[in-house]
């Protein structure tokens, strides 16, 4: 247990800023090459959309974030924590030197999560990229698109812009930290 979350906390593979990517940033440099009699395969690590035709052009499970398979991580966390206890910590992130528990796991995914949403301390949300009529202009500013999926590094908004189907599942992460922090 402890190996799989120090592989999917460690910032040079899976975690990301805006939580976990969906194939390890490792394959950036290391793509995993299959050779299957003449025919080869290569899988590589793409944070945001495809660079290739391949699939239809969509990198989708091949780097960039994706709401449900955070949510579920969180989740499971959580579910982990609760059989676990404050006593079975890991390192948070992997190579810090600081422990965490699985619910403080769960809490700083969460955190890193719903931050594609935020302004951060340049007054820019992620996931508008770098559209300066959607970073700056007066009513565009504070919409908030649900998109499709964010890019691994980051956390630009790609994909369908009106997601809100898994992509709503931030609310329910605002939710539960309005719960526990015994805001109504």
């Known amino acids: 247990m402890k190996r799989i979350v120090a592989c999917m906390l460690d910032e040079s593979e899976f975690l990301s800023p805006y939580g976990l990517r969906s194939l390890s940033r490792y394959h950036r440099e290391h793509p995993l090459i299959v050779n299957m009699d003449g025919h080869v395969a290569r899988l590589d690590y793409e944070p945001g959309e495809s660079r290739t035709g391949l699939f239809g052009g969509n990198s989708n499970w091949r780097g960039p ?4 398979l955070n949510f579920l991580a969180i989740e ?7 059989s676990f206890g404050e006593g079975f910590t890991v390192e948070l992130p992997t190579g810090s030197g600081k422990q965490a528990s699985l619910e403080q796991v769960a809490e700083e995914l969460e955190r890193r999560l719903l931050r594609v949403f935020l302004r951060d301390s340049n007054g820019r949300r992620p996931a508008l990229g770098s559209d300066a009529r959607f970073q700056r202009e007066g009513a565009w500013r504070d919409l908030l698109l649900f998109y499709e999926y964010f890019h691994g590094d980051t956390g630009e ?27 109504k």
Not at 65 to 68: A, G, L, Q
Not at 76 to 82: A, M
Not at 164 to 178: D, K, P, Y
């Open 157 to 183: 908004g790609l994909g369908a812009s009106h997601q809100t189907g898994w992509t709503a599942l931030a609310g329910a992460l605002v939710a539960h930290r309005r719960l526990r922090s015994g805001q």
């Open 65 to 68: 974030i994706w709401f449900p």
């Open 76 to 82: 499971s966390l959580r579910h982990l924590h609760t």
